[in-house]
């Protein structure tokens, strides 16, 4: 069975610092790994997707995650947070059999000015 | 612009009714995937259809069903309506299996009185 475990609920950082948001996974089978980024009221928007080509996934607006098999870890990373960044992050799997994504309860990600 | 279309956007009815939600997936995309977000169960899958045809089900209760159509619009119907079932429902849609990407659309907030 998959499983996808976002490891804090709430992360604030600076503007201008790192963001570094976790997430850790759970498969019987090589799974398939996105993250979603959330603004209010607005559906999930795709910002990388892991599917066992480079561990390390660049996305859009500057985020990137490293696909740690070792570690059954996804983390979401970006240089420099930026305020147009706060939103609702959700990462997501899928693999053995139902393509239907299991998601994380999401982190929510707050910028400081 | 994820390129899905959801409607309505709103949808407010009382307890025991029934409500139809209605999904337009991104061009030449076969797959469509029903969502469900409430702040106590998170985001839940609740079913896929690949051109027409059930695929995957995730947590669908019994009194929910979805179709998709030749025209490869997708359809959720919700009956028995509970006050539980107040949420967001979303709809996604890919042109494969699970390891593509899914594209989100805005969804349809449900409020049950």
């Known amino acids: 069975a998959q499983s996808v475990t976002q490891l804090d609920s709430h992360v604030s950082v600076s503007e201008g610092t790192p963001v570094l948001l976790r997430c850790n996974y759970s498969s019987s089978y090589s799974p398939s790994l996105f993250w979603y980024v959330q603004h209010p009221n607005k559906g999930l928007q795709l910002l990388l997707k892991?599917?066992?080509?480079?561990?390390l996934v660049k996305g859009i607006n500057g985020f990137e995650a490293e696909f740690k098999k070792s570690e059954t870890s996804f983390h979401l990373t970006k240089p420099s947070a930026h305020m147009s960044d706060a939103a609702e992050y959700f990462c997501g799997g899928s693999g053995g059999g139902a393509d239907g994504l299991t998601f994380g309860k999401g982190t929510h990600l707050i910028i400081q000015p | 612009d994820s390129g899905v279309t959801q409607t309505p956007k709103h949808l407010i009815t009382a307890t025991g009714q029934r409500v139809t939600l209605r999904c337009s997936p991104r061009s030449g995309d076969l797959s469509v995937y029903w969502y469900q977000q409430s702040l106590d169960q998170g985001l839940q899958f609740l079913i896929q259809?690949?051109?027409?045809?059930?695929?995957a089900k995730g947590n669908i209760l019994e009194r929910f069903s979805a179709q998709q159509f030749p025209d490869l619009h997708s359809e959720l119907n919700l009956s028995s309506l509970e006050l539980g079932d107040s949420a967001l429902y979303f709809c996604?849609?890919?042109?494969?299996?699970?390891?593509?990407?899914?594209?989100f659309g805005d969804g349809t907030r449900l409020s049950i009185l």
């Open positions: 996604a849609s890919s042109d494969g299996g699970g390891n593509q990407p899914q594209h």
């Open positions: 259809y690949y051109n027409g045809e059930e695929r």
């Open positions: 892991y599917t066992s080509a480079a561990t």
